[in-house]
């Protein structure tokens, strides 16, 4: 704790400072430190420069030349290869063939020069003369059985065929033709109408109606215009003779001024002025957003 100046209590809020290990100790700056301590103190490891690239031994990590293989017999693949060829040459009876005239070359498509044994006859392309071709007897036909159970189906069994009616054209439309007409001819009166169904309101077709249409109406005879009423002499237009009036000067009425009096205010029999009971007063009400947080 220092004597002077603040004490323990204002520097570091305690009582008293704890003492310290390294009391008296000179002071060491961390800057320009170096990592490891112990790379700059001992002897380092100096290597004897670069080595150029040379026939010497002096280029290698061994002072000797050293052989992978040791005391191998040393071979020529030359002089091992041309040995190969006296022996197999010595086995051969007589000299090598060679034919006495050079190659021959045929001079196109379909020539046998230059072939060894000429053409063949059995690749001639003439055609060889053949017989006749006679055909085969046909053989036995017989009709072949018939489709079908025998229930709804003609021609299936031995006795008659069902009988045959030939058809009218167009038949299904004439006997609906027919069975309309009957059906008109038995009709009495109209369809039914039912006044009760519920119908909707605006129709489909804003033009149909199901009444018929009113008579048309004749349009009334033209009535002769009169013609417009024009005075004998112009108008005369108001100035200060007053020639556009009907009186010569306007009249007066003499009429008093009076002043009108201001109505006393309305009140009870006691003699109070009446007010109105007042209406219902608005309070605070909490918004839906508050009552959700509240949630």
Avoid at 165 to 171: A, I, L
Avoid at 276 to 282: F, I, L, N, R
Wanted: aromatic share 12%; proline share 12%; glycine share 10%.
């Amino acid at each position: 704790m220092p004597v002077e100046g603040k004490s323990d209590m204002e520097r570091i809020g305690l009582f008293s400072e704890m003492g310290y290990v390294t009391i008296g100790d000179k002071y060491v700056s961390h800057y320009m430190r170096p990592f490891n301590e112990a790379v700059n103190k001992n002897r380092q490891m100096l290597p004897g420069g670069t080595k150029a690239l040379s026939a010497l031994q002096a280029g290698y990590f061994e002072p000797q030349f050293v052989r992978i293989f040791d005391g191998e017999a040393y071979s020529n693949p030359i002089q091992l290869r041309r040995r190969y060829r006296l022996a197999e040459s010595k086995k051969n009876l007589g000299k090598a063939f060679l034919p006495s005239n050079g190659d021959k070359l045929p001079c196109g498509p379909g020539s046998y020069y230059g072939t060894i044994g000429g053409s063949y006859a059995y690749f001639s392309p003439q055609l060889k003369a053949k017989e006749r071709y006679i055909p085969p007897g046909k053989n036995f036909y017989t009709n072949p059985g018939k489709k079908g159970t025998g229930y709804g189906y003609a021609n299936l069994t031995i006795g008659e065929q069902y009988p045959h009616e030939p058809d009218e054209y167009e038949v299904e439309r004439i006997n609906a033709k027919k069975a309309q007409e009957e059906h008109k001819r038995l009709v009495k009166g109209g369809p039914f109408k039912l006044n009760l169904y519920p119908q909707e309101y605006f129709d489909m077709n804003p033009y149909f109606n199901d009444k018929p249409l009113p008579p048309v109406k004749k349009p009334p005879p033209e009535k002769s215009i009169a013609p417009p009423f024009k005075p004998s002499s112009p108008a005369k237009k108001s100035g200060g003779m007053k020639g556009g009036t009907f009186d010569p000067y306007p009249s007066h009425s003499d009429d008093p001024y009076i002043i009108k009096k201001s109505k006393a205010v309305t009140t009870n029999k006691e003699r109070q002025i009446f007010h109105p009971t007042p209406g219902p007063k608005s309070r605070p009400v909490t918004s839906i957003i508050t009552l959700n947080v509240t949630r």
